[in-house]
Each structure stands twice: as structure tokens, then as C-alpha cells.
């Protein structure tokens, strides 16, 4: 949604005590600029790789979450083939390994607009100057759509594949993807809605858990804190849902719908961490700790408010989730 701002100044932000409820983000050093990342563990030599929204999806490495992350270059420096406006500024990549390959979804779009379309690139390796872009998948809106085709979201259910999309306008959708995972094999419905307001949900993520999938969603104003700190509340923070199926009933903690506003926080601005959001969610891996018995790390941007507020300052936060009564805490 903006130019990359960051540079390889490293910054440390350190484990603190809980505030206001919540952990304070995981320790991290080394190029922690993030904004919608997605990170994953490559199989072959368990290297972290990091990847931002913005240019052509900026990529970095480490050896554990909490770095040192070093930027290593782009996956798609001269952008997408998708022939859109913002081609050349990719939003909200989502990396996953399916099959042999890794699969990079990413949003072509420009800000406001519903002029937008997912894209997907592929690599073997994810290493910079391995990536192939595929262009379209054919998940697109225009303004005679009752969705916004950004931020996309693969979950794969059994042998079936599934994307989550959609910002603002009718909020989350989900499609049925082919057994490749490359192009849409059904309609699309809509999983979550807030009907009030500008209804500002986005950035959905959906994962597994002890009998249930929960539904990750980001809600609020993402973006500029520099120039309009938004009303208390209205910033960005983390809402969930769960359903015992991958594609409908989701629902938050109070047994409310998340297609009729329901939805439940997981992570709120708290102390000096403001505006959390963009996440994803990972398993503990192997050189990370040394309990991988400990289970899920939420992972996401936010503003550190001794840092700085605008786009350029985001940094990338992770915390180890708790659970309680079946729902994910932090």
C-alpha cells in the first residue's frame, strides 16, 4: 500500500511483562520492518525466510523469529503481469509449500480501490531470483462485486484447497481452489461481515487446532498513525472466530456469528505496541526453541510507539500462544 521505507537498521524489541492483558512482541533483531508478513521455514536447512508487503514483496532471512533478519532482495522485483494498477507495489504475500513448490499468493490492487486481483508466484527454493509469477489466479473484483480480491489466505482442508480474501466491502470471502491450488473450482461466500460502519475487516488468516479452524481477521485502520491517529479503538488489533468446519458456522467467543458481526480480540494495542495486525500463525519448528511442544506463534505487524508511528516503522511481532477454555490468547 506504500513504498518500502525501511532499511537494514537493526532494532531489538524485547520480551516484556504482560500490559494490559497481553504479552508484550518476542524478542528480534536485524531488519524487523514488517507490514502483512508471512514467514516460513524452508525443509531444507530449517532457514526462516520473512516476506513484506510492498515493491516487489521484500524477502528476509534468519535463522530464528527473533532474528537477526537480513533482507535478501525481492521475489518479484519488476512486479506482477497482472495488468493493474499497483502492479508494481505487491500487497499481503501468503507462502505456503504445496507439493514440491512454494506458493506465494499476492494482491494486486491500489488503495481504496476494487479494482484488484490475487496473483501467485512459484519457487523451489524461495531464495531471491527464484520465483516464477504465474500472474492471476482469476480470484478478481471490480466495483460490481460484493468483495475487494486482496489478501489472500490458502488453507488447505484433507486434499482440498481453499482462499480466504476480501477487505472492507462485505469483508471476508473464501473460494474452493483447484487440486493445485492455482486457480478457483467454485463460487465464493462470505465467511465474516461486520455490518457497521465501513465495515473495516481484512488480512484474514485461518488455521487448525484441537478440533477446530479458527478464523484470524485484522479490523480497524491499518495504516498512516503519523498523519491521523484514528479514535481510541478504531486502530487495528486481531479478531477470531472458530467453526468446526473449514467453510461455514464460524463463530466468536459469546456464540455470535461471524457473518452477523460476531468476532472476538485476540491481540488490541496495549502499552507501547499499537495498532497489531496483519497476522499469521505457525507451528513451533526446529531452530526456534528447543520445546517444540509448545505449539502456535501468532506473528504480525505493529507500531512501536517509541519507535515511530508512520508505515515505514512497522515492526514484526510474535508472541507464543496460551490457550484457554479452547480459544488462542496471548
Not at 103 to 117: L, P, T
Not at 181 to 208: L, Q, V
Not at 259 to 274: I, K, M, N, Q
Request: with cysteine.
Amino acid at each position: 500500500m506504500f513504498s518500502l521505507l525501511q532499511s537494514a537498521t537493526a532494532f531489538l524489541i524485547t520480551t516484556a511483562s504482560l500490559v494490559q492483558g497481553y504479552a508484550d512482541p518476542g524478542a528480534c533483531s536485524g531488519a524487523c520492518w514488517a507490514h502483512d508478513p508471512s514467514v516460513i521455514q524452508r525443509t531444507s536447512d530449517n532457514l526462516y525466510f520473512k516476506f513484506n508487503t510492498g515493491s516487489g514483496v521484500e524477502i528476509a532471512t534468519a535463522s530464528s523469529l527473533s532474528g537477526p533478519w537480513t533482507i535478501k532482495g525481492y521475489a518479484l522485483p519488476n512486479g506482477s503481469k497482472i495488468d493493474l494498477t499497483g502492479n508494481t507495489d505487491l500487497w499481503a504475500p501468503d507462502v505456503h509449500k504445496v507439493g514440491d513448490l512454494y506458493y506465494m499468493y499476492y494482491a494486486v490492487s491500489s488503495f481504496g480501490s476494487q479494482n484488484s486481483a490475487i496473483g501467485l508466484a512459484t519457487s523451489s527454493t524461495m531464495d531471491v531470483g527464484s520465483w516464477t509469477d504465474l500472474g492471476s489466479t482469476g480470484v478478481a473484483s471490480t466495483s460490481a462485486k460484493p468483495y475487494n480480491a486482496i489478501d489472500p489466505n490458502l488453507i488447505a482442508v484433507g486434499s482440498s484447497y481453499y482462499l480466504n480474501f476480501g477487505s472492507f466491502w462485505n469483508d471476508i470471502y473464501q473460494v474452493p481452489m483447484s487440486s493445485d491450488a492455482k486457480k478457483p473450482s467454485g463460487s465464493s461466500s462470505n465467511i465474516e461481515y461486520d455490518s457497521t460502519g465501513t465495515h473495516p475487516c481484512e488480512g484474514s488468516y485461518m488455521f487448525y487446532y484441537d478440533g477446530y479452524y479458527f478464523l484470524l481477521w485484522s479490523h480497524g485502520i491499518c495504516c498512516g498513525y503519523d498523519t491521523t491517529l484514528p479514535a481510541t479503538g478504531a486502530e487495528y488489533k486481531i479478531m477470531m472466530c472458530r467453526s468446526t468446519s473449514a467453510t461455514s458456522g464460524f463463530v466468536d467467543q459469546s456464540g455470535a456469528a461471524c457473518t452477523s458481526g460476531g468476532g472476538s480480540v485476540l491481540l488490541a494495542s496495549h502499552g507501547t505496541t499499537y495498532g497489531p495486525g496483519g497476522q499469521q500463525v505457525l507451528p513451533f519448528l526446529l531452530g526456534v526453541f528447543t520445546d517444540s511442544s509448545k505449539g502456535l506463534v501468532l506473528y504480525y505487524h505493529y507500531a512501536n510507539k517509541n519507535v515511530g508511528l508512520g508505515d515505514g516503522s512497522y515492526l514484526f511481532g510474535w508472541n507464543v500462544l496460551g490457550w484457554s477454555n479452547g480459544w488462542p490468547t496471548v
